[in-house]
């Protein structure tokens, strides 16, 4: 079973679930896509949602409560999910029985390893799921890859030019000059230092130049690509649903820049340099050959040992990749704790607390990172080892053959010979390089594809211009509202929790449909930008006088005006917004608030209460001259205690019926 790494805690649960998608219907979800699909919390996916999760994939799962001894018995010979203690944490882990006594276990955070019943049974939580294979065609999405469109296939093209030109221009050059200096100087000496000379000289000098021009034009396009892709990416993170941040973390999203970078970086630079330089080393391996198939056999000898310590590092750094991303994210989100509550100076006691949490993340992330590089540092000297014994070998066979043949030692071929086989290890290499790369611009596609799509997957481009109705299912009741309607009740009824509810859409345990739409089917800004909760409590106003006198038939102006001010004793003319919200008791400002409704169209009005330090005579006044406007060009719904409002709404919803 392969594993789905997880990079943040909650993730566990869809992580061990793609793993047994794929295990049995032989597939590859990701884990992007599962998280588009589940309803997370910040602790995780329940173990109800894994099995619901399970089933819209094709799997049958049901969950038992077991005791440890009865895990050994029950999941045999197939791949079970156990919820364990993890770090004071229920974290999901896929095991399989190998043994009465011992048991493997698949950790989306470390790995695989063994427990035997003792360790087992210490963190056990006592849940296990186990799963059946369904019949049904597994569906699975496809994300659109529209963001690297800014990647252009001629950038490509004059990369792999720029990467193409250098080494077959030194091999022509140092072959040329190697015929020249033979040509024209006869003595030994002479002639192998000139060629020794110019052979590096100009093979470095090319190189620079090379390096300089691939430089210029990899920054130039690099930072083209970044502001496109980053400029889309802010864009889509402005309309995002609040459940979509259950799903990630400001570690996480924090290094967006630096993994668009990263993206950028393996498929404009590493995967070109992989393509020229296999293809060169396939060509200068049969140059080699031709030259002499002892030399070419020692080369690649020496190239296949080396591709062995690649090939461990690769392992190695794949491993570590998630690792060092976990324990990055970990760092910045205890630090940014550490930063906010250190402004508080009565936060000490936890402001010490976050620091040692810090200090323990901080010193985890340095402990691996050094051992990352250690490592690492380890394989470059193995492999240096191995170059050099490989140009030692070559040199001595080479004079050897020689010698023995009673001719002279052409320092001009043999550095030709060298920097043949060198060319032949470098594009071997080159492979595994592109595979170390590979893990870590995986894992950065994953994370800008999940701020990219996550919560847009389903989408089908409804568009939203106006409600004229909607239905919520909250607190096991279900209500649906297709007119202005009234909502009445006694204090505790549920008054306002019922619009809370229609304004927390996104909340996986509400299910509101506007105009007969699930409101997963809009776009988030959408439903935003149409709902307008206006609550009993007003802090200020943004009142505009000439936009309000618009709203008022001609005929009517002087009469609203004069009665306003009777009522209020607000001096409209001369006040202004910030003036308002300074001076203004609360009843005033509740009647300058319900009147900036007037500047609504094509709106649902959730309305709380929102008169309810209003006199009688001013409310009625209010209800009369100005209510009506409002709902002729808007869908209401108004929350009172006052039976009086009865006389303005033809529809009245009691929930205390």
């Not at 690649?300 to 060092?324: E, P, Q, R, T």
């Not at 309305?607 to 009506?628: C, I, N, Q, R, Y």
Request: hydrophobic share 45%.
């Amino acid at each position: 079973m392969k594993i789905v790494n997880q990079i943040i805690n909650n993730e566990c649960g869809i992580c061990v679930l793609a793993m047994i998608i794929n295990h049995y219907k032989k597939s590859k979800i990701t884990k992007n896509e599962l998280l588009a699909k589940a309803n997370l919390s910040v602790n995780g996916i329940s173990v109800f949602e894994l099995e619901r999760l399970a089933n819209e994939y094709s799997l049958n799962a049901s969950s038992y409560e077991c005791k440890a001894e009865e895990v050994f018995e029950l999941a045999k010979d197939d791949y079970y999910v156990v919820l364990v203690n993890k770090d004071n944490l229920a974290h999901f882990n896929v095991i399989k029985v190998i043994s009465d006594q011992k048991l493997k276990v698949y950790d989306p955070k470390d790995g695989v390893y063994y427990w035997d019943l003792d360790q087992f049974s210490k963190c056990f939580l006592g849940v296990l799921v186990q799963f059946n294979k369904q019949n049904d065609v597994l569906k699975v999405t496809s994300f659109d890859q529209s963001y690297l469109k800014s990647i252009r296939v001629i950038d490509l093209i004059i990369i792999f030019l720029l990467e193409l030109v250098s080494i077959p221009f030194s091999i022509i050059l140092s072959r040329y000059l190697n015929y020249v200096i033979n040509f024209v100087i006869v003595h030994q000496i002479l002639k192998n230092l000139l060629q020794l000379s110019l052979v590096f000289f100009f093979f470095f000098l090319i190189n620079s130049f090379k390096q300089l021009l691939f430089d210029l034009f990899i920054t130039k396009q690099t930072n083209r690509i970044y502001i496109t892709i980053m400029n889309y990416i802010n864009n889509q993170l402005m309309y995002k649903q609040q459940s979509f941040y259950a799903k990630t973390n400001m570690g996480e999203l924090s290094q967006i820049p630096s993994h668009i970078l990263s993206i950028i970086n393996f498929l404009l630079v590493v995967r070109t340099k992989l393509y020229t330089n296999v293809l060169y080393a396939c060509v200068i391996s049969v140059i080699l050959g031709l030259n002499d198939w002892l030399l070419l056999s020692i080369s690649l000898g020496f190239v296949i040992l080396n591709g062995f310590v690649a090939l461990f590092s690769y392992l190695y750094n794949k491993k570590m990749a998630s690792v060092l991303l976990n324990h990055s994210q970990k760092n910045f989100i205890k630090y940014q704790t550490f930063l906010n509550l250190i402004k508080e100076a009565f936060f000490i006691n936890k402001s010490t607390i976050a620091k040692n949490d810090y200090d323990q993340v901080q010193a985890s992330l340095m402990n691996d990172t050094n051992k990352s590089t250690l490592v690492n540092s380890h394989f470059k000297t193995i492999n240096n080892i191995f170059n050099a014994l490989s140009l030692l070998l070559i040199t001595s066979v080479y004079v050897y053959l020689k010698i023995s043949k009673n001719q002279p030692i052409d320092v001009g071929n043999l550095t030709f010979l060298l920097f043949l086989h060198q060319n032949v290890s470098s594009g071997i290499n080159t492979i595994f390089d592109y595979l170390n790369n590979q893990a870590s611009y995986q894992q950065a596609k994953m994370i800008v594809e999940k701020v990219l799509f996550m919560n847009n997957i389903n989408r089908d481009g409804s568009s939203l211009t106006k409600i004229d109705s909607v239905q919520v299912s909250c607190f096991s009741k279900n209500y649906s509202f297709d007119e202005h309607t009234l909502i009445i009740g006694h204090s505790g009824s549920g008054k306002t929790s019922l619009l809370k509810a229609i304004i927390q859409f996104y909340e996986p345990h509400f299910n509101v449909y506007f105009n007969q739409q699930s409101a997963f089917d809009f776009d988030f800004k959408q439903i935003v930008d149409k709902v307008i909760y206006q609550p009993s409590t007003i802090s200020n106003v943004d009142f505009d006088l000439a936009y309000f006198m618009n709203q008022i038939p001609d005929s009517q102006i002087d009469i609203v005006f004069k009665k306003l001010s009777q009522f209020t004793n607000i001096n409209w003319e001369l006040a202004t917004s910030q003036e308002l919200s300074e001076r203004l008791s609360m009843g005033q400002r509740q009647i300058v608030s319900f009147l900036s409704l007037l500047k609504y169209k094509n709106k649902l009005l959730l309305l709380d209460e929102p008169l309810s330090h209003v006199d009688g005579a001013t409310k009625a006044f209010v209800l009369v001259h100005l209510l009506p406007i409002i709902k002729e060009n808007n869908l209401v719904l108004y929350v009172s205690h006052d039976n009086l409002l009865t006389d303005h709404f033809i529809k009245v919803v009691n929930l205390n019926a």
